[in-house]
């Protein structure tokens, strides 16, 4: 007699009878199979993105199928933080650009440069990120399956971010996977507890580009290997070569930016180089002020330091005095300059230290906030009239006060702060590296250890033009305008101003590297690349002026460039 089978109502009601007559049975029909594979194909690491918003829903939907990958022990230790304060994706940002120029930085110089021409992330242009956390607060013997393979949570998380990408793509969104990151410093900026880990930032927006094929594919820096070097039949293949290094210039394919504007101009995509990405910044903040022409204006401030009674420089002090009354009849370095560049030119006096960093703090905390006050409505003053900021300085001994700030603010010792500065020599250096050690020792004897806030730090060892340039930073970001960096007194302000508000990053521009020891920590710092290095002394402004005159001409340039059909 034959009985009918028990069919659960819960689980798999099929029978082995049913699975042997049809192996194949459980495949979807062939048009969703060739979909996917479809989706498998055209996913992409997405680099520009739109700012238009993207529906909680959508995001919800994407989220929940990364919520659906596999994952050892079913232990799901995944977490999904979505950012959308744009305040946070600018600190993320300019993590990046830091970590971006030190990677370069490491390699050959040729593998350096084409890594810079490349666009490697969006976190400022897209208008979510994702940071994938993995929760590793549960021992490893306690989830089945990770005594054994203890990192098993952390694939766990990688297959969640691939669901995530292939439902994004489905979607018609873009996601970008960046990893230029400290992890601590991610960690801290998303505000994880210990025992949970970040693995990146997802870019997440509708994109801004299609690409056709993976984009450092086609930036010529590697190839798709062929699906047969990489499938074994029982045993690895000792023939088997170790993954090509991409850590070394590539082929001599040509290096292929993305971005958008190029697809109509009638040349080469990036062809003006690192010049394009800083018009791309300067072209991004005239669209948000809706202005056509670009003009500028070079801000140059003088302070006085009572830190040049301890011989740190080869000068006078009346120079300071000499550059200011030159600077009022348009006949220094500075003014003759901005003339030059075509730009606007103001002059301020920023007055005079109080303390001489070796013995006392340079300013109270009081004058640090007037001056950062006044050096906001400055900047503001120049931003409502022009969208770039030309930013020079003038103070004799002001070097070393700009190695010491930026010592304080970075962590460093004297000796990877100090440099030569203007006419010094060796005895000159030896003791300016003999009072930013006092300076230091003074500062930690008092504070203790820690990190100091921007502003105490220029109570401390800066100075009143350092604290009015910091403003003006702040002060033309607010207005949508940018600010073109000199050398290393202001760019160490520069630092101090994104301390301060971090999304005045996105504002700024290196106008070049000088030969201060310093300024190529700092300008890594703020993950800014210059534009020049021409190992300039002259100060002023005078290289933030020549920036700006490439950039304007860089702006001409791009808009008298014939375009092509669509």
């Known amino acids: 007699m034959t009985w009918n089978r028990p069919v659960p109502l819960l689980g798999d009601q099929t029978s082995a009878s049913e699975r042997a007559a049809e192996v194949e049975g459980w495949a979807f029909p062939q048009t969703a199979r060739e979909t996917f594979y479809d989706v498998v194909a055209a996913r992409r690491d997405v680099r520009r993105f739109r700012p238009d918003p993207v529906d909680p829903e959508t995001v919800r939907r994407v989220l929940a199928a990364a919520h659906m990958a596999p994952s050892v022990g079913h232990s799901q230790p995944w977490r999904f933080i979505v950012v959308s304060d744009p305040a946070t994706r600018d600190r993320a940002a300019r993590m990046a650009d830091e970590q971006r120029l030190r990677q370069a930085r490491q390699m050959d110089p040729e593998a350096g440069r084409r890594l810079l021409d490349l666009q490697l992330e969006g976190i400022r242009e897209a208008p979510l990120g994702v940071v994938v956390a993995c929760d590793r607060r549960t021992a490893a013997a306690g989830v089945l399956g990770r005594a054994t393979f203890p990192d098993a949570d952390m694939w766990s998380c990688a297959c969640a971010i691939q669901n995530l990408w292939l439902a994004a793509r489905a979607e018609g969104l873009g996601v970008g996977w960046v990893t230029l990151f400290e992890q601590h410093d991610l960690e801290a900026l998303v505000g994880v507890p210990d025992g949970v880990v970040t693995l990146g930032w997802l870019c997440l927006g509708w994109p801004d580009e299609r690409p056709p094929a993976p984009g450092l594919e086609r930036a010529g820096w590697s190839r798709r290997q062929p699906v047969d070097e990489v499938i074994f039949a029982e045993r690895w293949s000792e023939a088997t070569p170790a993954p090509p290094s991409h850590l070394r210039a590539p082929a001599n394919d040509a290096v292929v930016g993305a971005r ?307």
């Open 260 to 566: 958008d504007e190029a697809d109509v101009l009638l040349t080469p995509p990036g062809s003006l180089g690192l010049l394009d990405r800083y018009v791309d910044r300067v072209e991004a903040a005239m669209q948000e002020r809706r202005e056509s022409a670009p003009t500028g204006q070079l801000l140059l401030v003088a302070g006085r330091h009572p830190v040049t009674s301890h011989g740190v420089s080869a000068y006078r002090e009346s120079v300071t005095e000499d550059v200011l009354a030159a600077s009022k009849v348009g006949e220094s370095a500075g003014a003759v300059a901005a003339a030059a560049a075509g730009l606007d030119f103001e002059v301020v006096d920023a007055g005079t230290a109080t303390g001489d960093l070796v013995t006392s703090d340079a300013l109270s905390a009081d004058q640090v906030s007037d001056l950062i006050e006044r050096g906001r409505g400055l900047g503001a003053a120049v931003g409502s009239h022009h969208v770039l900021q030309a930013l020079g300085e003038v103070g004799i001994g002001n070097t070393t006060v700009a190695a010491t700030l930026a010592a304080v603010l970075l962590d460093l010792p004297a000796s990877d702060v100090v440099g030569l500065g203007a006419g010094a020599d060796t005895a000159m250096v030896r003791r300016k590296t003999e009072v930013v050690e006092a300076a230091l020792a003074r500062v930690h004897a008092a504070r203790g250890p820690g990190q100091l806030l921007p502003e105490e730090a220029l109570a401390c060892v800066g100075g009143p033009e350092f604290c009015v340039l910091a403003g003006a930073v702040l002060g033309a970001a607010s207005t949508g305008a940018v600010s073109v960096l000199d050398g290393l007194a202001t760019s160490v302000a520069a630092l101090a101003a994104v301390r301060i508000e971090p999304g005045a990053a996105a504002y700024l521009v290196a106008g070049q590297r000088s030969g201060e020891r310093a300024h190529a920590t700092v300008l890594e710092h703020l993950g800014l690349e210059p534009l020049l290095d021409l190992r300039l002394r002259a100060g002023e402004g005078v290289g933030a002026t020549l920036a700006c005159a490439m950039l304007i001409s860089g702006l001409k340039l791009r808009r008298g460039i014939g375009r092509t059909a669509p």
